[in-house]
């Protein structure tokens, strides 16, 4: 039996063609499931990748959250430094205006001091005078002999020697 050719062909040609839809459809599948391997590769490092990016947050929330704790604390800190800083300035300044007031008064005393004792030798001065004036000889002569025995320089009324001529002065005794 002889075909024509175009049959043989054909027959051909169909069986080429089953052979390769075999082949072919084993690739295709081959494909298909590296493909579903891939994509489920992919889902899976997507799903870390979600997972890491997740916990990347909650510990960035945390650090921000530890952050604003350290930066309330160290607000705190500075606030009560602060207070402290101005109860030590004010405490400085209430020295300050107590010395200022304590060295006031003593310079005001030591010159009221001064000016008293200046005020009693003055009036020590005018009391000793006046009765200079008004007192006798015999007085004088007293406060001339104080004044000579509390001196370095010898009395202004008597000579270093007396004189042969005039006899010796003498203090009157004393009348009881």
Do not use: Y
């Not at 010395?99 to 004792?117: H, P, Q, W």
């Amino acid at each position: 039996m002889k075909r024509p050719p175009s049959q043989v062909a054909c027959l051909i040609t169909l069986t080429c063609l089953i052979g390769c839809q075999d082949s072919a459809l084993e690739i295709a599948r081959e494909a298909a499931n590296r493909q579903a391997q891939q994509n489920d590769q992919i889902a899976q490092t997507t799903r870390e990748a979600a997972s890491a990016a997740k916990r990347l947050i909650e510990e960035e929330a945390e650090s921000r959250q530890a952050l604003l704790a350290a930066q309330q604390g160290l607000q705190q800190g500075q606030s009560k430094l602060a207070d402290a800083w101005n109860d030590v300035e004010a405490e400085r300044q209430r020295i300050a205006a107590t010395r200022r007031g304590d060295s006031l008064l003593v310079a005001s005393l030591k010159t009221l001091g001064a000016i008293i004792a200046a005020l009693l030798a003055l009036a020590l001065s005018w009391l000793v005078l006046e009765r200079l004036h008004d007192a006798g000889d015999e007085e004088l002569l007293t406060a001339e002999l104080l004044l000579a025995a509390h001196s370095d320089e010898e009395a202004l009324m008597f000579p270093s020697a007396p004189s042969p001529a005039e006899p010796p002065l003498r203090l009157p005794e004393p009348q009881d």
